[in-house]
Protein backbone atom coordinates (compact mmCIF):
# COMPACT_ATOMS: atom_id res chain seq x y z
CA UNK A 1 0.00 0.00 0.00
CA UNK A 2 1.41 3.56 -1.19
CA UNK A 3 0.45 6.26 1.60
CA UNK A 4 -1.17 8.91 1.71
CA UNK A 5 -4.14 6.82 -0.22
CA UNK A 6 -5.57 8.91 -3.07
CA UNK A 7 -9.08 10.46 -2.10
CA UNK A 8 -11.52 7.70 -3.85
CA UNK A 9 -9.75 4.96 -1.79
CA UNK A 10 -10.06 6.87 1.13
CA UNK A 11 -13.19 7.28 0.98
CA UNK A 12 -13.91 3.82 -0.04
CA UNK A 13 -12.47 2.21 2.79
CA UNK A 14 -14.01 4.56 5.10
CA UNK A 15 -17.62 4.22 3.77
CA UNK A 16 -16.53 0.24 4.14
CA UNK A 17 -15.54 0.25 7.99
CA UNK A 18 -17.96 2.18 8.71
CA UNK A 19 -20.72 -0.07 7.20
CA UNK A 20 -18.80 -3.31 8.67
CA UNK A 21 -18.52 -1.94 12.01
CA UNK A 22 -22.16 -0.80 12.24
CA UNK A 23 -23.33 -4.39 11.17
CA UNK A 24 -21.14 -6.12 13.63
CA UNK A 25 -22.32 -3.13 16.35
CA UNK A 26 -25.72 -3.82 15.90
CA UNK A 27 -26.10 -7.74 15.42
CA UNK A 28 -22.56 -8.91 17.13
CA UNK A 29 -20.63 -9.77 14.11
CA UNK A 30 -20.39 -8.41 10.30
CA UNK A 31 -17.23 -5.91 10.11
CA UNK A 32 -15.01 -9.47 8.42
CA UNK A 33 -18.49 -10.13 6.29
CA UNK A 34 -18.36 -6.77 4.73
CA UNK A 35 -14.84 -6.01 4.78
CA UNK A 36 -12.97 -9.03 3.43
CA UNK A 37 -14.81 -8.92 0.15
CA UNK A 38 -14.61 -5.36 -0.59
CA UNK A 39 -11.30 -4.18 1.30
CA UNK A 40 -9.31 -6.53 -0.96
CA UNK A 41 -10.41 -5.09 -3.71
CA UNK A 42 -8.97 -2.13 -2.90
CA UNK A 43 -5.48 -3.31 -1.91
CA UNK A 44 -5.06 -7.12 -0.76
CA UNK A 45 -2.83 -6.01 2.14
CA UNK A 46 -5.72 -5.16 3.81
CA UNK A 47 -6.63 -9.03 4.82
CA UNK A 48 -6.47 -10.03 6.76
CA UNK A 49 -4.08 -9.00 9.44
CA UNK A 50 -5.23 -5.31 9.17
CA UNK A 51 -8.70 -6.45 9.26
CA UNK A 52 -8.25 -8.60 12.51
CA UNK A 53 -6.71 -5.28 13.98
CA UNK A 54 -9.98 -3.03 13.09
CA UNK A 55 -12.02 -5.97 14.24
CA UNK A 56 -9.85 -6.72 17.42
CA UNK A 57 -10.83 -2.58 18.24
CA UNK A 58 -14.27 -2.96 17.57
CA UNK A 59 -14.70 -6.09 19.43
CA UNK A 60 -13.37 -3.92 22.42
CA UNK A 61 -15.21 -0.96 22.09
CA UNK A 62 -18.71 -3.62 21.90
CA UNK A 63 -17.90 -5.45 24.89
CA UNK A 64 -17.30 -2.50 26.93
CA UNK A 65 -20.58 -0.94 26.01
CA UNK A 66 -22.18 -4.06 26.73
CA UNK A 67 -19.86 -5.10 29.81
CA UNK A 68 -23.16 -5.65 31.78
CA UNK A 69 -24.49 -8.31 29.74
CA UNK A 70 -21.92 -10.79 28.81
CA UNK A 71 -22.43 -14.65 29.60
CA UNK A 72 -19.10 -15.41 31.31
CA UNK A 73 -19.57 -18.77 31.36
CA UNK A 74 -20.22 -19.27 27.31
CA UNK A 75 -17.10 -17.38 27.20
CA UNK A 76 -15.78 -19.61 28.92
CA UNK A 77 -16.55 -22.82 26.91
CA UNK A 78 -16.25 -20.84 23.81
CA UNK A 79 -12.47 -19.75 23.62
CA UNK A 80 -11.34 -22.97 23.85
CA UNK A 81 -13.84 -24.31 21.00
CA UNK A 82 -12.12 -21.52 18.59
CA UNK A 83 -8.50 -22.59 19.23
CA UNK A 84 -9.25 -26.20 18.73
CA UNK A 85 -11.52 -25.20 15.75
CA UNK A 86 -8.47 -22.93 14.46
CA UNK A 87 -5.79 -25.95 14.70
CA UNK A 88 -8.42 -28.57 13.08
CA UNK A 89 -8.67 -25.58 10.60
CA UNK A 90 -4.77 -25.15 9.76
CA UNK A 91 -4.89 -28.82 9.71
CA UNK A 92 -7.27 -29.32 7.46
CA UNK A 93 -5.70 -26.72 5.26
CA UNK A 94 -2.75 -28.71 4.49
CA UNK A 95 -4.57 -31.84 3.76
CA UNK A 96 -7.82 -30.62 1.71
CA UNK A 97 -8.63 -27.84 -0.65
CA UNK A 98 -9.98 -24.98 1.48
CA UNK A 99 -12.28 -24.46 -1.45
CA UNK A 100 -13.91 -27.88 -0.72
CA UNK A 101 -13.76 -26.88 3.33
CA UNK A 102 -15.52 -23.14 2.64
CA UNK A 103 -17.93 -24.80 0.00
CA UNK A 104 -18.91 -27.51 3.04
CA UNK A 105 -19.17 -24.85 5.80
CA UNK A 106 -20.78 -22.32 3.80
CA UNK A 107 -23.50 -24.72 3.61
CA UNK A 108 -23.49 -26.12 7.14
CA UNK A 109 -24.08 -22.09 7.97
CA UNK A 110 -27.15 -22.61 5.61
CA UNK A 111 -28.42 -25.22 6.41
CA UNK A 112 -28.30 -24.62 10.85
CA UNK A 113 -30.02 -21.33 9.52
CA UNK A 114 -32.94 -23.44 7.54
CA UNK A 115 -33.06 -25.64 10.70
CA UNK A 116 -33.66 -22.72 12.83
CA UNK A 117 -36.46 -20.88 10.91
CA UNK A 118 -37.77 -24.85 11.40
CA UNK A 119 -38.12 -24.59 15.24
CA UNK A 120 -34.07 -25.86 15.85
CA UNK A 121 -33.60 -25.10 19.41
CA UNK A 122 -30.12 -23.61 19.93
CA UNK A 123 -29.88 -22.89 23.07
CA UNK A 124 -26.40 -21.57 24.57
CA UNK A 125 -25.49 -24.31 26.78
CA UNK A 126 -21.65 -25.44 27.48
CA UNK A 127 -22.24 -28.21 25.09
CA UNK A 128 -23.54 -25.86 22.25
CA UNK A 129 -21.07 -23.26 22.88
CA UNK A 130 -18.33 -25.42 22.92
CA UNK A 131 -19.41 -27.15 19.48
CA UNK A 132 -20.05 -23.61 17.72
CA UNK A 133 -16.92 -22.00 19.16
CA UNK A 134 -14.93 -24.96 17.24
CA UNK A 135 -17.02 -24.62 14.09
CA UNK A 136 -16.36 -20.75 14.68
CA UNK A 137 -12.76 -21.05 14.86
CA UNK A 138 -12.65 -23.99 12.24
CA UNK A 139 -14.60 -21.35 9.51
CA UNK A 140 -12.49 -18.44 10.84
CA UNK A 141 -9.44 -20.32 9.64
CA UNK A 142 -10.45 -21.26 6.32
CA UNK A 143 -12.60 -19.07 5.00
CA UNK A 144 -11.97 -15.28 7.73
CA UNK A 145 -15.77 -15.54 7.89
CA UNK A 146 -16.48 -17.39 11.59
CA UNK A 147 -18.80 -15.32 13.47
CA UNK A 148 -22.27 -17.56 12.16
CA UNK A 149 -22.01 -20.38 14.62
CA UNK A 150 -21.84 -18.23 17.75
CA UNK A 151 -24.30 -16.11 17.01
CA UNK A 152 -26.63 -18.64 15.94
CA UNK A 153 -26.58 -20.34 19.47
CA UNK A 154 -27.03 -17.29 20.52
CA UNK A 155 -29.69 -15.61 18.28
CA UNK A 156 -32.81 -15.51 20.98
CA UNK A 157 -30.90 -13.67 23.91
CA UNK A 158 -31.35 -10.48 24.51
CA UNK A 159 -29.07 -7.96 21.64
CA UNK A 160 -26.86 -6.65 24.41
CA UNK A 161 -26.18 -10.50 25.48
CA UNK A 162 -25.19 -11.58 22.23
CA UNK A 163 -23.19 -8.04 21.33
CA UNK A 164 -21.36 -8.35 23.81
CA UNK A 165 -20.47 -12.16 24.55
CA UNK A 166 -19.41 -12.49 21.23
CA UNK A 167 -17.52 -9.35 21.12
CA UNK A 168 -15.25 -10.99 24.19
CA UNK A 169 -15.53 -14.26 21.96
CA UNK A 170 -13.91 -12.70 18.87
CA UNK A 171 -11.52 -10.44 20.73
CA UNK A 172 -9.58 -13.24 22.25
CA UNK A 173 -10.06 -15.35 18.68
CA UNK A 174 -8.70 -12.27 16.69
CA UNK A 175 -5.38 -11.56 18.98
CA UNK A 176 -4.88 -15.54 18.96
CA UNK A 177 -4.65 -15.01 14.80
CA UNK A 178 -2.75 -11.88 15.33
CA UNK A 179 -0.17 -13.34 17.51
CA UNK A 180 0.31 -16.51 14.64
CA UNK A 181 0.88 -14.22 11.62
CA UNK A 182 3.42 -12.21 13.71
CA UNK A 183 4.94 -15.49 14.25
CA UNK A 184 5.16 -16.58 10.44
CA UNK A 185 6.03 -13.08 9.70
CA UNK A 186 2.71 -11.65 8.24
CA UNK A 187 1.61 -9.19 10.41
CA UNK A 188 4.09 -5.86 10.64
CA UNK A 189 4.37 -2.07 10.33
CA UNK A 190 3.25 -2.45 7.55
CA UNK A 191 -0.07 -4.03 8.40
CA UNK A 192 -0.08 -1.13 11.52
CA UNK A 193 -0.17 1.25 9.50
CA UNK A 194 -2.91 -0.04 7.00
CA UNK A 195 -5.08 -0.98 10.31
CA UNK A 196 -4.74 2.90 11.19
CA UNK A 197 -6.48 3.79 8.05
CA UNK A 198 -9.58 1.52 9.24
CA UNK A 199 -9.72 2.86 12.57
CA UNK A 200 -11.56 6.10 11.54
CA UNK A 201 -14.43 4.56 10.28
CA UNK A 202 -14.49 1.65 12.36
CA UNK A 203 -14.91 3.95 15.20
CA UNK A 204 -17.53 6.59 13.33
CA UNK A 205 -19.28 2.79 12.82
CA UNK A 206 -19.15 1.73 16.92
CA UNK A 207 -20.99 4.80 17.71
CA UNK A 208 -23.65 4.81 14.83
CA UNK A 209 -24.74 1.50 15.84
CA UNK A 210 -25.56 3.18 19.67
CA UNK A 211 -28.54 3.59 17.87
CA UNK A 212 -29.35 0.90 15.59
CA UNK A 213 -28.66 -1.59 18.28
CA UNK A 214 -31.39 -0.32 20.10
CA UNK A 215 -34.19 -0.23 17.09
CA UNK A 216 -32.93 -3.70 16.80
CA UNK A 217 -33.55 -4.78 20.47
CA UNK A 218 -37.26 -3.99 19.88
CA UNK A 219 -37.80 -7.41 18.78
CA UNK A 220 -35.49 -7.34 15.74
CA UNK A 221 -32.59 -8.77 17.05
CA UNK A 222 -32.97 -12.22 15.75
CA UNK A 223 -34.24 -11.89 12.50
CA UNK A 224 -31.38 -10.03 12.13
CA UNK A 225 -28.89 -12.33 13.43
CA UNK A 226 -30.39 -14.89 11.42
CA UNK A 227 -30.25 -12.84 8.06
CA UNK A 228 -26.85 -11.59 8.69
CA UNK A 229 -25.86 -15.42 9.03
CA UNK A 230 -27.40 -16.77 6.18
CA UNK A 231 -25.36 -13.67 3.92
CA UNK A 232 -22.56 -15.12 5.71
CA UNK A 233 -22.70 -18.60 4.42
CA UNK A 234 -23.67 -17.25 1.07
CA UNK A 235 -20.76 -15.52 0.86
CA UNK A 236 -18.33 -18.20 2.06
CA UNK A 237 -19.57 -20.33 -0.79
CA UNK A 238 -20.04 -18.23 -3.45
CA UNK A 239 -16.67 -16.78 -3.19
CA UNK A 240 -15.38 -20.36 -4.11
CA UNK A 241 -16.82 -18.97 -8.08
CA UNK A 242 -15.47 -15.17 -8.30
Known amino acids: ?3 PLDFLSSLMVFGISV ?5 QGSVGFGLGLIG ?6 IDPVFVPGPLLLGAFLMNLLVSH ?6 DFNGVKWAIPGRILGAIFGALMLSLVPKDYLSLLFGAMVLLAVGMTFSGLDLAPS ?11 GFMG ?28 IFAVGTAI ?6 IIGRFGLREV ?32 VLITSALSGMFVILKNFF
Open 1 to 3: MEF
Open 19 to 23: SGALL
Open 36 to 41: VPLLVM
Open 65 to 70: REHAAI
Open 126 to 136: SKNVLVAGTFS
Open 141 to 168: TTSAIGGAPMALVYQKQKGSRIRGTLSV
Open 177 to 182: SMVSLV
Open 193 to 224: QSALVLFPGVVVGFFLSRHTSRILDRGFIRIA
